[in-house]
């Protein structure tokens, strides 16, 4: 090995290094993708030996059927949730930048949900919701406000912003560290300038905290996009997409269609189609944001 | 310094490289022996077999060897490590060289599709409801030989070609489990027989601060019992493949129309519990077994469950859901899961031995409450005894044939989130129609 000269040492070390990662990467990645890519242009049922090609007819199905573009709507109330939930992210994470007593015991409480499993909190989350003997329906009965008790996880029109707040709730505290992160990166000499030529705390907000983060909002706001786009783990452990389907997501509707109804065929290529509004919403984001910088 | 920290970096970062790379070729190699050797294993057994078949093709009277290890999936995960072992320890006393091992699988229908798919299914499971008739010949091996034939009650349902390729694991009649205490408590002396009977006695359970009927309405499957009813009025055991060949199958007045209306006549006339969003499976039989609910529209599988959550057996009675007010007495027998062999099981004589074993002694069928599907064997629950000695009309629901799971399939259409529809919507009308409309759409679309 010693004989070999520096460039060739530096090809061995890189390729061996990076052999074993891209080789799970296309085994569990690559792979399942084009795989997947494949089967959309099939009608396989999930377990027959024979997978018949039928072209682009799954693709069309999708955007002619209304009932399956339908849901996105749901997936917009997380996208609601999502954004009130970097807003308070950010001000949470200002405030607990500042100097103020306690202030890791409040870092570590907001940041405690994000730890935990999410179909933990689901459960915990039932348990809340529930109309009946819920704790959240005790809470509003204790301090006088019957009126206000819903069936939180069976009301239509409630169900989904009640599965928005739980994400929103679990997500938080992650957003919040990230900004704290960002703004702990921010050079204080600028603060303290800024301070001397008479800046308010407003004013030090908008023209020296914001621009130094729009970096990480927009990081944030992408995953919170793609985050609303995916969501499945509540709905499919609280709901099951009910009542009468109105807390259905684009996955749950996707995990249906594969697994209850046979139809991989089309299961697939709802999750092209998926994959590909991810990649879309992405692309538009970066155009608008970035506009100007490069 | 520099150097120096960066060559022992290298030197530590060279030396995990070369570990976990021995360790993944290790790996390898482990696995490598291991399936090598179950290989040899199997090889070895179905040398063995072929020896044994051999044998039996050469000289008559010899059975074929009931060994090794044959592997049994169920839905049940509730039993697989009680009633379901002794089955298990039984078969093995029976044949000693037999072992069966028993897989519980939650989500059962997924999983085992998946297996199906990727010729891993279990050498005895139950197949999925959703598995066209014209597939099994792909996957199941025929069972014919197994010399059940004549004495088994839905024989044709899992039938391609002519041969038997599942066996029923029992059949539930549809009708009412309801606790005897908490109708004596409101005030009811005789079990409905009229349409009018049920509301009148739902009507006196309600006044008695009973909460009449348990539907369980936010799990859905719970609601099957309407689509089962609409056999009834329907008077026809084939529904669901008459519907195929229909375009508009959910006319108002027919058959689905008149179950669910009484469903909804409970809903609306607050005969079921408050908030059908909250309801709770596994409670609702607690409330059952305990008289704070007084019925259920089920099969009567779910009387022996209700007696494991406390009830005294004697208390609980099971009577058909009147359909009408001519007091004729109708009930439809719907058969559970099938049972089927592995084409390609490893020990098919020994996984047939257990499935036989499953059918004729083991019991099964009288522990889960089913009828058997033995024509020559009583059932053994006493309520459906006396619901049977009423001798009501019975159907025997037929399978639903591959024309009528393609349009479903399609259409996505489940029963029971078809009735959640028609009770949570503002109209039953229009959602009939909707489905009307989905239904001749699907049709189209897979040519039927």
């Excluded at chain 1, 994000?114 to 989350?125: D, G, P």
């Excluded at chain 2, 291991?34 to 040899?40: E, F, Q």
């Amino acid at each position: 090995m010693f004989a070999m000269s520096y460039k060739v040492q530096r090809y061995v070390i890189l390729f061996s290094f990076l052999t074993l990662p891209l080789l799970l990467l296309a085994v569990f990645s690559f792979y399942p993708a084009v795989y997947l890519a494949w089967l959309s242009f099939t009608s396989w049922d999930g377990y027959s030996p024979d997978k018949a090609w039928v072209g682009f007819s799954n693709y069309k199905e999708i955007f002619t059927n209304a009932d399956i573009f339908k849901v996105l709507s749901h997936n917009f109330v997380y996208f609601i949730g999502g954004i009130v939930q970097n807003i308070l992210a950010l001000i949470f994470a200002v405030l607990l930048n500042s100097r103020l007593r306690g202030r890791n015991t409040f870092r570590a409480l907001l940041f405690l949900p994000y730890i935990m499993n999410s179909v933990a909190i689901a459960y915990m989350f039932t348990y809340v919701y529930d109309a009946q003997n819920g704790s959240l329906n005790a809470l509003l009965t204790s301090v006088g406000l019957e009126s206000w008790i819903k069936s939180w996880l069976g009301d239509a029109g409630i169900v989904n912003y009640s599965l928005a707040f739980i994400s929103m709730w679990k997500f938080m505290g992650f957003n919040m560290v990230i900004y704290l992160g960002a703004l702990q990166s921010i050079p204080g000499d600028l603060y303290e300038a800024a301070k001397i030529d008479g800046a308010g705390p407003f004013q030090s907000f908008f023209y020296i905290t914001w621009p130094s983060i729009i970096k990480i909002v927009e990081l944030s706001m992408l995953l919170t996009v793609s985050g609303a786009l995916e969501v499945f783990d509540l709905p499919f452990v609280m709901t099951k997409g009910g009542p009468a389907g109105a807390s259905q997501t684009f996955v749950t509707q996707t995990v249906e269609t594969a697994f209850n109804f046979s139809n991989y065929g089309l299961a697939s290529a709802m999750g092209m189609v998926l994959l590909l509004i991810v990649v879309l919403v992405i692309f538009i984001q970066r155009k608008l944001i970035l506009r100007g910088e490069e | 310094m520099k150097k120096k920290q960066l060559l022992s970096t290298m030197a530590v970062l060279g030396l995990a490289m070369s570990m976990t790379a021995g360790c993944g070729s290790n790996n390898g190699n482990n696995d490598g022996t291991a399936a090598s050797n179950n290989k040899a294993t199997n090889a070895a057994a179905t040398n063995d077999n072929a020896a044994a078949t051999n044998a039996v093709a050469s000289e008559e009277p010899a059975a074929p060897k009931i060994a090794g290890k044959v592997v049994f999936t169920t839905n049940r995960t509730d039993l697989v490590d009680t009633e379901l072992k002794n089955y298990a320890d039984k078969f093995h006393e029976k044949y000693p060289d037999a072992t069966v091992e028993i897989e519980a699988i939650k989500d059962y229908d997924q999983t085992t599709k998946i297996r199906m798919a990727s010729n891993e299914l279990a050498d005895i499971s139950l197949i999925p409801g959703t598995v066209k008739n014209s597939d099994l010949p792909n996957f199941y091996m025929p069972l014919d030989d197994l010399g059940l034939n004549d004495r088994i009650y839905f024989k044709d349902n899992r039938s391609q070609d002519g041969k038997l390729y599942g066996i029923s694991s029992g059949s539930a009649a549809m009708g009412v489990t309801y606790n005897k205490k908490a109708f004596a408590t409101a005030g009811i002396t005789a079990v409905p027989k009229t349409l009018d009977e049920l509301f009148a006695a739902a009507e006196k359970l309600k006044a008695a601060g009973i909460i009449p009927l348990a539907t369980n309405f936010k799990d859905k499957w719970p609601l099957y019992g309407w689509d089962q009813e609409a056999f009834i009025f329907a008077n026809d055991p084939a529904l669901h493949n008459t519907m195929a060949t229909q375009d508009e199958p959910f006319a108002v007045d027919g058959p689905h129309w008149q179950a669910f209306s009484i469903l909804k006549k409970m809903v609306d006339s607050g005969y079921v519990e408050k908030d059908l969003m909250s309801t709770n499976w596994e409670g609702s039989k607690k409330d059952v077994a305990s008289g704070k609910i007084a019925m259920f529209l089920l099969g009567n599988w779910v009387v022996p469950q209700v007696v494991d959550n406390g009830a005294a057996a004697e208390d609980v009675g099971f009577f058909p859901l009147p359909l009408d007010n001519s007091g004729e007495a109708k009930v439809i027998l719907a058969s559970d899961y099938y049972y089927g062999i592995d084409k390609n099981s490893d020990n098919p004589d020994t996984a047939k031995a257990f499935l036989k074993f499953l059918i004729e002694e083991s019991g099964y069928d009288d522990y889960a409450g089913f009828i058997p599907v033995l024509k020559d064997k009583q059932p053994k629950l006493a309520q459906l005894n006396e619901f049977m000695a009423t001798n009501p009309k019975v159907i025997e629901m037929a399978a639903e044939n591959d024309d009528y799971l393609a349009i479903a399939n399609k259409m996505q259409f489940d029963t029971s989130a078809f009735a959640q529809d028609a009770i949570m919507g503002k109209d039953m009308k229009t959602v009939f129609e909707s489905y009307n409309k989905k239904w001749k759409d699907a049709k189209a679309a897979v040519g039927k």
